[in-house]
């Protein structure tokens, strides 16, 4: 099982900004202890700040992986360009965020995203990618369990 963790714009100052609202945890740390959770899946994992890289990895990985656990950060709320990149690749992607996005600012309350994808997470801290990680294995056991 190979699982793509794609995190999006400010999400590499994970354990640096705004601690109170996103931990104290670098993401690479948190990755160690996914990992450690799920010996039996294969984690990549990609972040950047820039939109088309992020199309590019959501391309890449939607044909080479089995899933994808993505945090667009903001741009869950602007990019029609992820919506259709989403759409278009054969993997399910599972949102994640980490803060509880209707609990803030309501220009976050609205997700382009969501309702290209197989299911959202959100307000849980890093276990939501955790959380993700189990929503994929059970959406692809039952996919391949379908199609025996």
Do not use: W
Request: with cysteine; hydrophobic share 40%; aromatic share 8%.
């Amino acid at each position: 099982m190979k699982i793509e963790i794609i995190n999006g714009p400010n999400l590499n100052l994970l354990g640096m900004r705004e601690p109170d609202i996103y931990g104290k945890e670098s993401f690479v740390d948190y990755l160690e202890t996914l990992k450690a959770e799920f010996p039996h899946v294969d984690f990549s994992y990609f972040q950047s700040n820039i939109e088309g890289e992020l199309i590019d990895k959501i391309q890449e990985a939607g044909f080479g992986s089995d899933g994808i656990v993505l945090n667009a950060g903001g741009y869950t709320h602007t990019s029609i360009a992820l919506r259709d990149a989403i759409k278009a690749v054969p993997a399910p992607v599972v949102e994640v965020h980490i803060s509880n996005v209707h609990a803030r600012e309501s220009f976050r309350h609205q997700s382009l995203l969501s309702p290209v994808c197989a299911g959202v997470i959100a307000g849980f801290g890093t276990d939501s990618y955790r959380l993700a990680t189990e929503a994929l294995l059970k959406i692809t056991t039952r996919t391949q369990n379908h199609h025996s």
